[in-house]
């Protein structure tokens, strides 16, 4: 596929991303597109919703090219601006995860990520997932992930680590409700859970693999379901999303949809789109009309 | 008994009074009100520079006792009201038992005879049991010293019931509070619907859900002629529909809590379970429109809607915490900082907020300092700096979202029937 150079580059920085606090990956990211000879402009997001509302500015300010300097959270809410109107999204990785880079296959460091963006960068149009009247690049998880991440941000002051996660999962598996979930996919085929994960890409945080078969590539989307109804039922089932094996448990079903709408007499089901809380059931799961143009 | 309160600005809006004036105490109500009374033996309060308005009133209260001691007592609940500046209560009915009969309704005031150290007053049950569906004995309830009827922590969700209760409360003249929200709109609910409730992941609460009711009320009192009023008024959407029913007429008036006219939805941001309340904090432009609704006198009384809780209560998932905050010893300097330094209304407005608004709901002859009237006095220094310290409140519950806050104005004295009951000049 042919590269592309870009014109001129949004360099979107979220200063509270990611495990390295104080370092100012922006401003690393913004001297290396200057370096490589490439016009560009640095904006640091301060609250929810700076880095959406400065994506959706982009075009009409005539940028080609938005880096997101930051972690998937940072991605998602760029994308909500930007999808639909034809400017690409690049990821220059500085979150903790960083799925999207590890599925585009973009080396985890911000400077050097910027640096092959922005000079020989191709272009990936695909349609992001959507839930209700949001876009998710990733994946959308129902439940039990969702009500874990809600308790991390109550808990922990400022950002949370990967032990927050860790004890926050081991917490949740104690609190969690294990609502009874119904997925109406449309074609009379119903799906029961207690939590699920709606994937647009294969990979998963924490190295799991719900969804293996979801792929940008392909317009649909993999649900995983999953049916346990204690957290020692969880337990039991975590290791199989490693291996991928979970689809062969009778707790666990994968299947492609191209939209499904997912509904609890609980009126506490949470919702996360790519990591970031996004409120609750009930809600529509689909493939989105607006394209979204990833730069890899 | 004689106490003589020299040299304050004297604030009585329902008399027109407001003039540095002294007032005379005699057995325990208000005998001169002049401009230099000599002392002849009285005790002397050298009040300058500082405001002496009627007893402020508070006319939504939830002091807990009988049944969850935990939260608050009538003790304890009425001695953060006098710290607050407050000489009276209304208490919710909503205790365990529920205050639903005479028997309830004179044990509540059998201890605050014994235990407050602020009026009481009972608001008894709209429904036995509170459970919606029968009439309590309003009759019986008002006898005992009842002075309004609610079913609030719930609404009065069937239309007949609250038919029935608007057509009875008229033998006695009294308001029915209706806690306004159509519970299968809220459908669980927990935070304002809106872009907070989404980033949050928590279920929202619609405005449109407490904007139905009042809508529903605002038609029955009409069709009965009987007396409504609405509690915790939370939206711009009924903030009209209440404005546009006085104007037709309509026998309605409405309360505003200092919570929702000070914050917005961003306060539950961080997961605050102090800051979880029903009805919930709503967007800025509710705000905004309540504060309008205060400046144009939609909006007849200000009350705390105080729900204590114990700190264990509310440290758990935001989802499970249970409703409500206090709000007695936070509530004027609130008020004081945020709507009279900030602009948008001035003292003797706020004043008859917490005084003549009330008191004319309740049908009290109190919120006056006109000669003969109860001696409740609450005396305000409107410059003083303070900042919100739970540790230090007199209520059982710490649970404030304004924790830190450094707030200018606050209560300094409060006396009721002539009596001290807090002084912290
Ligand atoms: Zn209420
Ligand atoms: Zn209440």
Known sequence: ?296 | MRLLLRNGRVLDPASGVDDTLDVLIEDGRIARLEAKIPARGAEVADLAGLVVCPGFLDMHVHLREPGQEWKETIATGTRAAAAGGFTGVACMPNTVPVNDSRSVTESILRTAARDAVVAVYPVGCVSKGQAGEELAEMADMFEAGARAFSDDGQPVASGLLLRKALEYSRLFDVPILDHCEDSGLVAGGVVHEGDVSTRMGLRGWPGVAEDVVVQRDVLLAEYTAGRLHVAHLSTGRSADIVRRAKKAGIRVTCEATPHHLALTDEAVSGFDTNAKMNPPLRPESDRRALLKALQDGTVDAIATDHAPHHADEKNVEFSRAPFGIVGLETAVSVCLDRLVHGGTIGLPRLVELFTSGPARILGLAKGTLAPGADADVTVLDPNRRVTVDPARFRSKSANTPFAGWSLRGAPVMTLVAGRIVHDGR
């Open chain 1, 1 to 296: 596929m042919r590269t592309i150079r870009a014109r001129r580059v949004l360099v979107l920085a979220n200063p509270a991303a990611g495990p390295r606090k104080g370092r100012d990956e922006g401003g690393a990211v913004a001297r290396a597109v200057s370096r490589a000879g490439v016009r560009c402009e640095l904006e640091r997001t301060r609250a929810p919703g700076d880095a959406s509302r400065a994506a959706a500015s982009a075009p009409a300010a005539g940028f080609d090219l938005v880096l997101a300097v930051g972690g998937d959270g940072t991605v998602h809410e760029a994308a909500q601006g930007i999808a639909g109107s034809g400017v690409a999204l690049g990821v220059a990785p500085a979150g903790t995860m960083n799925l999207l880079a590890r599925v585009l296959g973009i080396p985890l460091d911000a400077p050097r990520a910027a640096e092959l963006l922005v000079l020989a960068g191709r272009r990936l149009a695909f349609r992001p997932g959507r839930a209700g009247e949001r876009l998710f690049v990733l994946m959308a998880g129902i439940g039990f992930d969702a009500w874990v991440l809600r308790e991390v941000l109550r808990r922990a002051r400022g950002r949370p680590s990967m032990r927050h996660y860790a004890w926050g999962a081991l917490r949740g598996l104690r609190t969690y409700r294990f609502p009874e979930i119904r997925f109406d996919a449309g074609d009379g085929r119903r799906l029961r859970a207690t939590s699920a994960v709606v994937g647009r890409a294969p990979l998963y945080g924490g190295w799991l693999r719900p969804t293996p078969r979801a792929s940008l590539e392909r317009d649909e989307l993999e649900i995983c379901v999953f049916r346990g109804r204690s957290g020692p039922d969880y337990l039991r089932m975590a290791p199989s999303l490693w291996s991928g094996s979970h689809v062969d448990r009778a707790d666990a079903e994968a299947r492609i949809v191209t939209a499904v709408r997912g509904e609890s007499h609980d009126p506490d089901v949470p919702v996360q789109l790519d990591g970031e809380l996004a409120g609750t059931l009930p809600m529509e799961f689909g493939v989105s009309g607006r394209i979204l143009v990833l730069a890899t």
